[in-house]
């Protein structure tokens, strides 16, 4: 057979390269179709990407809507309860000082009265006004732990801070140091001068009212501790008013059903609110789902179809390929050879023979080793 196949004419190497022709067709136009294939899985699984993502955007956006239209509705209840709570506290407050100072009143009626009495006593005495002021009495007859503590505050103000700043400034403005002054010596040349100043001011002061007019200062002293007396029991009545939790002296019912109502209209409209979410949940979202799928999902059907119908047809072209290499390999390459069995070699082997340069397959194949050799 070997023999006969080498002895044929050119018909041989013609038919054998119409058949390699034909097997690389169909191995181009496999690869083709195998290119198409991926090119449709890809498609596909980009279209179902972008299906799940326009479902999973579009869900959220349409839930995301039906809680802003609720919190926006919650949003302006909150905004009217702000208001009335205000109005309430506003009205609350209003009856609450008008209650202490109704309960009040009489004191700080006694407590002017008092005032006008040392006014009067103190004019009728011929005693300074100044000497009827609290600082007066803070500093030269103190009386109780808070104006004891005032004194002391006094103190260190005027015999230390007070002289402490001035001697400051003096230094920073007035003295130098580069023109060799002794600084130190100067400030507390001040300061003790300013300390000295104070004390001959307060002990003046002392001799001139005090000492003078110390029965006018003593009643003086009297009603001012009437008047504290008066103040801490308006502060009692008022603290005891503030910490009174009772509100039903202050006709605030108006303002309480109001905000009852806001109450019971917010519970209303969270109630709606998960309701709607609930609604949404259980039926509009199939229904959006089976809209975005209805719309696109055909776009995916008719690819995967394409896709199946490539796939039968490349299973069909694998198994004509596969015969036919197996019909070459048999029939032809065989005998000829793997690296003869191509298109382009084939044709050199008919050109040699159609030249008259060798007559049979043997002496084309001897022909063409010996050209390519050299």
Not at 176 to 200: G, T
Not at 214 to 231: C, E, L, P, T, Y
Request: proline fraction near 1%; charge should be positive.
């Amino acid at each position: 057979m070997a023999e006969n196949v080498f002895n044929e004419k050119q018909d041989y190497l013609i038919g054998a390269r119409d058949e390699v022709v034909k097997r690389d067709s169909m191995a181009a136009e496999l690869d083709k179709m195998r290119a198409h294939q991926k090119k449709l899985t890809k498609n596909i699984a980009a279209e179902e990407k972008s299906i799940a993502d326009e479902i999973a955007a579009t869900l959220k956006k349409r839930k995301q809507e039906i809680s802003d239209t609720y919190d926006e509705r919650l949003d302006d209840n909150r905004a009217r309860k702000k208001k009335v709570l205000s109005k309430r506290d506003k009205k609350k407050n209003q009856r609450i000082n008008q209650r202490i100072d109704n309960e009040t009143k009489d004191i700080h009626k006694n407590t002017r009265e008092l005032e006008v009495e040392m006014k009067t006593l103190f004019k009728k005495n011929k005693v300074p006004s100044f000497c009827s002021t609290k600082l007066y009495y803070i500093m030269f007859m103190p009386r109780g732990i808070s104006e004891v503590f005032g004194l002391l505050g006094c103190f260190l103000l005027f015999f230390a801070g007070f002289p402490a700043g001035i001697t400051a400034l003096v230094k920073i403005f007035v003295l130098d140091e580069k023109k060799n002054i002794n600084v130190a010596f100067w400030c507390v040349l001040i300061a003790a001068c300013l300390v000295i100043l104070q004390l001959v001011i307060y002990f003046a002061l002392y001799n001139t009212t005090k000492i003078r007019h110390g029965d006018v200062i003593k009643q003086g002293r009297s009603i001012r501790d009437k008047m504290k007396a008066n103040d801490r029991q308006a502060d009692a009545i008022k603290n005891s008013i503030n910490k009174d939790k009772d509100e039903s002296a202050y006709n605030l019912d108006a303002y309480d059903e109001k905000l009852a109502n806001l109450d019971a209209e917010a519970d209303t409209i969270g109630a709606e609110k998960q309701e709607a979410l609930r609604a949404f949940e259980a039926d509009t979202r199939q229904l959006i789902i089976d809209e975005i799928n209805g719309r696109r999902l055909q776009t995916v059907e008719d690819m995967k179809a394409e896709k199946k119908e490539l796939e039968e047809k490349i299973a069909r072209g694998e198994k004509m390929y596969s015969d036919k290499v197996l019909q070459i390999t048999n029939q032809y390459a065989s005998y000829l050879g793997e690296e003869l069995c191509r298109e382009d070699k084939l044709s050199d082997l008919i050109a040699i023979m159609e030249e008259g340069q060798a007559a049979t397959v043997s002496e084309a194949i001897n022909f063409y080793k010996g050209k390519t050799s050299k």
